[in-house]
Structure formats: structure tokens, C-alpha cells
């Protein structure tokens, strides 16, 4: 069991990640949407709203069309801010924006600038200004090598968060929360920091058992995982946290989006390294494609390195 000193210290670490939100916007329907459920969530102190214009290599004239259009982005923001302040008058709204020829790189950018603990992003943006694109921002944010947490709300569940629905995946996020672990120091430490989070009602914790590769058979691997795991979950249980497990043999990829759905758990918890852009691609990235199926929220704890 850890010490006293160090379960406040991972206690701050999970309050200081949601106190100040970067939200990446495109002034979509989608994204007023996910705004008013990220100032649902508990812990929230401030969200800055980022808004970026691609900017390309064209000749003097595109430097006017760019001033117009970070006029036309400016009263969206304000609107946008008097919305948040509609819904959450303790949070404060820090607006930003801005021009860049990598749409990408000016989020993690902006972020790093105002040191904010995560980056939350829907599935699918798209834009709806003209001089906004924002396709596939999310999987560039999330493939990227950067060090800030990212939350990934999937497209199809934005559409659909009112009544029941809000309440379970906003102000109570953090309710029902699965943690896919392979017992790596960051996984481990990713599961803990789930723990501390304001609200946390149930974290269910899953191994997936990769079957190959192993002289060991799945069977096997199954029963030397629940001793782990089980270890893991009773620390859990003796801070007072209700957890429990689930071990099975299986590609994660695929477990884990399934477990997500029939526990029908309010939030995806994973720890990832990013390896960056170009792993992923040769390598694959199991963190998303469990975003692209889990049609849950996911959270996305990045290694301190």
C-alpha cells in the first residue's frame, strides 16, 4: 500500500489534469455539444478555447483572408465563452486564436504554452468555417510524441448526449471507469491515477491475454495475470475504491471496445507512450483503435518522459 505522502501527491496529479482543459474547436454543432459536457465533468477550473486557421503558402492576399477570418472566429469565440459561463460560471475561459500551417502541431503547441493537463477532442471534427480543417486532427494529436493527457469523445456518442445519457458520460464520467492494464510501470501508474479522480465510483480492471508468442498457454497466462491483477485490484479496494477484475485471452484491440460496451462503462482509462506517427503506422496502435470502437470516452494518460 503506498504511503500517505505519495497517495496526495497522485491525488493532486489527477485534480491538476482536468483544472485546466485545452478544447480544440471548430464552432460545430458537435463541438457546443462536447463543450457543455466537458463543464459537466468535476475538477474543471478553466478550459481554454483554441481555435486554428490553416494557413497556407499562397501569395500577400491570403493575409487578408486570414485577418477576416480570425475576425469571424473571434464573436464565435465570445459566444462560445458566454455559453460555458451559461452552463458554469466557476469556470474561467481563456480564448485563443490563431494561424498555422500544421493544425496539429499548434494544439500540442498552445497547450505546452499554457501548461494545460489535457487535450479534450472529439472522434471527428470537421469544419464548418471557411479556411477550418480539422479531419483527423484527433488521430494526429493522439499519434503524436507529446506528454499531454488526451481525452477522445467519439463521434457517434456526441451526437447523442442528452438526458440519461449526459449525465452518465459528463458529471458522472468517472462513475464506472474501465482501466486496461498490461502491467507496465505506466499502465500501473495510469491505474492508480484513475483512482484518484473526483467522483470515481467503479474501476474495473482487464488484462487482455495475447495468445502466441509465449511458450506458456492461454490458460496459463490467464491464471498468472489474476495474481497480478488481483494484487492490483486489493490496493485498490484498501483505498477505499470498489474495483474488481476481468482476465481473458484475446487481441486488446478487440477485448477491450467489446468489455467497454457490455459493462457499459462510463470512460476508457489507458495509459500510452506515443511512439509517434510513424510507429503506428508500421506497428499499429492499440490505444486507437480501441478509440475508433470503443463508441466510449477515452482517456489517454502519456508517459511523464
Known sequence: ???????????????????KILF????????????????????IREIILLHVIRQYPLPMATEITEGLALQNAE????????????????????LEETTATDITDSILEKAEDFRAGLIV???????????????????KVLCRISRINVMITPH????????LKYEKFCPMIFSRILCPTDFSDLSLKATALAGTMQGVGEIILLHVVETGGSGLYPDKKVKAAEIRINALCDQLNAQGIKARII???GKPEIEIPRIAREEDVSLVWMGSTAHGCLHDFFFGST???????AA??????????
Request: glycine fraction near 8%; charged fraction near 15%.
Open 247 to 249: 482476465v481473458l485471452a
Open 121 to 139: 477532442i472529439h472522434a471527428s471534427i470537421k469544419g464548418t468555417m471557411t479556411g477550418v480543417l480539422l479531419n483527423h486532427v484527433s488521430s
Open 287 to 293: 490505444v486507437h483503435d480501441v478509440i475508433m470502437n
Open 1 to 19: 500500500m503506498m504511503s500517505a505522502t505519495g497517495s496526495h501527491e497522485q491525488k493532486t496529479r489527477g485534480e491538476l489534469m482536468f483544472e
Open 75 to 94: 464573436g464565435y469565440l465570445q459566444k462560445a465563452k458566454a455559453y460555458i459561463a451559461s452552463l458554469n460560471p466557476d469556470i474561467r475561459v481563456t
Open 296 to 305: 466510449r470516452p477515452v482517456i489517454v494518460i502519456r508517459s511523464a518522459q
Open 156 to 163: 457517434t456518442l456526441i451526437g447523442s448526449l442528452t438526458g
Open 24 to 43: 480544440p474547436t471548430d464552432f460545430s454543432e458537435e463541438a457546443k455539444t462536447e463543450l457543455s459536457c466537458i463543464a459537466g465533468i468535476p475538477g
